[in-house]
């Protein structure tokens, strides 16, 4: 995904949904022609197997743009959180954390939360690193 955009390639090309769409275009064509008569079982198991993939495809789709909305979520409340937190050298160091890493860090008290920032961009700490390395807890029992 490109970091910079434009009005030439700001719009989403959601592959998967097209994928989706297309697998149940392909099912129903094989439930037409199998229920003309034009072809025989085949046609109907072809049928029965692009419903079954589009389902599967909808499904990865539902829950991946879960996450990336709870995400984008997360990162948001976690501006606001820190903002309230840090100082401004610690906030522009928190700027330079990935979107992986500071989802992360909600689980953080606000007592730890500095110092692990300073490590997670000093050490490169990944997000499962970073939730490794907290002590107290924030339980997110909103996360679905």
Known sequence: MPTEQSYAIHRHNPVMTN???LSVLVA???????????????????GIG???FSQMVL????????????DRIIKLEMRVR???LLSPASLATAARL?????????????????????????????PDQIKREIKNWVPDLDRT
Do not use: M, N
């Not at 909600?106 to 997670?120: N, V, W």
């Open 82 to 84: 820190l903002a309230q």
């Open 98 to 126: 990935s979107k992986g890493q500071i989802v992360a860090l909600r689980f953080a008290s606000d007592a730890e939360l500095p110092a692990l920032i300073e490590r997670a961009d000093r050490e490169r700490l990944t």
């Open 19 to 21: 994928v989706g769409f």
């Open 28 to 46: 129903i064509v094989a439930f037409v022609l199998w229920w003309r008569d034009i072809a025989g079982p085949i046609a109907f198991g072809v």
């Open 59 to 70: 499904l990865g789709i539902s829950r991946a743009y879960t996450v990336r909305l709870q």
């Open 50 to 52: 692009a419903l079954i």
